[in-house]
């Protein structure tokens, strides 16, 4: 071969890496989809195990390849257990040691920022956020919540409801009566269930999320949302007497739950509501995607006694983890778990409403909407249980005292422990 043709093959090579380069971008930005589409191993961690959860979140993977192409392969790694505490003990081991999944389910607020991004465990997603336009579709509240140092580092899947009290109607009305609105009905109506030998109120508590949230719940609706709030800033005094009347109405609903409410998960004791055994339960709205799951139709909600008007919220969200393998198909799951489609096709199984404000309500049933216009128009408190109030820590003492409370029943070594432990976190004096 000739000098001048060997110098003409030269050129024509160059001039097509030139025109590919050009074409393609910048092929050693990480986060660009390979040219060859996505491909590879995917692992998504969650506790989403039972009903209606489980049936979300396989709507998400369902999207996924729609929305991000290639032949990526969804490994959904799952540690069953209400509310994630099973789930946040592996996840902890797993990211100290350095082998993170793809991406894993955690509660916004200080479960979020507290457990994994002040500790540098976390990517910041301001960028995606930008290109995704989700600084306009999250309203401001959120935003901020999922952020530290002014960047997102989760996207919310959902908004949860806490407070909520579901019951069985047949139960109510084969008894003439209605469901309680306020903390003084729900015990008249709990006598009149109990003498006609009917659980009152069921509780699983086995994992222990379950008494917590009731707990919450009681506190919110006894003291209000200003000195609810305030048990986490330190403005209300855990030692005052209008916490001891809360935590002495926290003792008296007890005495109206199922006696094996330890052995029992929280969908468990819904399969009580579910059979008129029991005739309410106060858990979350997954709950409703619970009865869904189960073709159960014949229930009502209402606010949690006493609370009307306060909306106690959680939010369930993913993040990137640093050195998460697979970035490329990491960062399409965060567009699919964002994107109007993926938040209309998981929360109206999950039983829960969209983070985003631009979903079509009419994809929702009534519950849902109901809790869609109360998101707007309530007060917004932060879920104890869930991690949306206080640091892990602290959490973790709260957690240890209503569980030996539970067993004991001392409201004042609970209120005593309650105070310690706000204390020991360092907002309390």
């Given amino acids: 071969m000739s000098r001048h043709a060997r110098w003409l093959i030269v050129l024509v090579a160059l001039f097509a890496a030139m025109?590919?380069?050009?074409?393609?971008?910048?092929?050693?930005?990480?986060?660009?989809?390979?040219?060859?589409?996505l491909s590879g191993k995917l692992e998504i961690f969650s506790w989403w195990t039972t009903g209606g959860e489980a049936a979300g979140l396989q709507k998400l993977y369902e999207l996924y390849p729609n929305q991000c192409g290639g032949t990526v392969n969804i490994v959904n790694s799952t540690v069953a257990g209400g509310g994630g505490a099973q789930a946040r003990q592996v996840l902890t081991t797993r990211m100290l040691g350095n082998d993170p999944p793809g991406s894993f389910q955690v509660h916004m607020g200080h479960e979020l920022i507290d457990s994994w991004v002040t500790t540098n465990y976390m990517e910041p997603l301001d960028s995606l956020f930008k290109e995704q336009g989700w600084n306009d579709v999250f309203p401001k509240g959120v935003l901020d919540i999922v952020s530290y140092q002014g960047k997102p580092y989760a996207v919310p899947v959902n908004i949860h409801r806490a407070n909520v009290l579901w019951y069985n109607k047949a139960v109510f009305?084969?008894?003439?009566?209605?469901?309680?609105?306020t903390l003084d009905d729900f015990f008249k109506v709990a006598d009149?269930?109990?003498?006609?030998?009917?659980?009152?109120?069921?509780?699983?508590?086995?994992?222990?999320?379950?008494?917590?949230?009731?707990?919450?719940?009681?506190?919110?609706?006894?003291?209000?949302?200003t000195a609810y709030n305030g048990l986490w800033t330190g403005a209300t005094d855990w030692k005052a007497a209008n916490v001891t009347d809360a935590l002495n109405a926290f003792k008296k609903t007890l005495d109206y739950v199922n006696s094996d409410h330890s052995s029992l998960s929280w969908d468990q004791a819904n399969d009580l509501v579910i059979s008129g055994k029991a005739a309410m339960t106060i858990m979350g709205d997954w709950l409703e995607g619970d009865m869904k799951a189960k073709n159960f139709t014949n229930y009502g909600?209402?606010?949690?006694?006493?609370?009307?008007?306060?909306?106690?919220?959680?939010?369930?969200?993913?993040?990137?983890?640093?050195?998460?393998?697979n970035k490329a198909a990491v960062l399409?799951?965060?567009?699919?778990?964002?994107?109007?489609?993926?938040?209309?096709?998981?929360?109206?199984?999950?039983?829960?409403?969209?983070a985003r404000t631009d979903c079509n309500p009419s994809l929702f049933d009534a519950?849902?909407?109901?809790?869609?216009t109360d998101w707007k128009a309530n007060t917004i408190v932060p879920s104890l249980a869930h991690g949306a109030a206080v640091k892990p820590g602290w959490l973790t003492e709260i957690s240890d005292a209503v569980t030996a409370f539970v067993a004991n029943k001392d409201a004042a070594t609970l209120q005593n422990r309650l105070a310690a432990a706000c204390k020991t976190a360092g907002v309390c004096k």
Wanted: charged content about 20%.
């Fill in 192 to 225: 009149a269930l109990k003498a006609k030998g009917i659980t009152p109120l069921a509780l699983g508590d086995v994992d222990s999320f379950a008494s917590i949230q009731l707990m919450e719940t009681v506190l919110l609706g006894k003291l209000g949302a």
């Fill in 367 to 372: 519950y849902l909407q109901s809790a869609m």
């Fill in 332 to 354: 399409c799951w965060l567009k699919v778990v964002g994107s109007k489609a993926g938040q209309e096709a998981f929360n109206p199984l999950k039983g829960s409403i969209c």
């Fill in 301 to 325: 909600w209402l606010p949690s006694p006493g609370t009307e008007g306060v909306y106690d919220a959680l939010s369930d969200t993913f993040g990137l983890p640093k050195n998460a393998p």
């Fill in 19 to 37: 025109f590919v380069a050009i074409a393609c971008g910048d092929d050693d930005d990480e986060d660009k989809t390979p040219s060859g589409g």
């Fill in 173 to 181: 009305t084969a008894n003439g009566l209605q469901p309680p609105k």
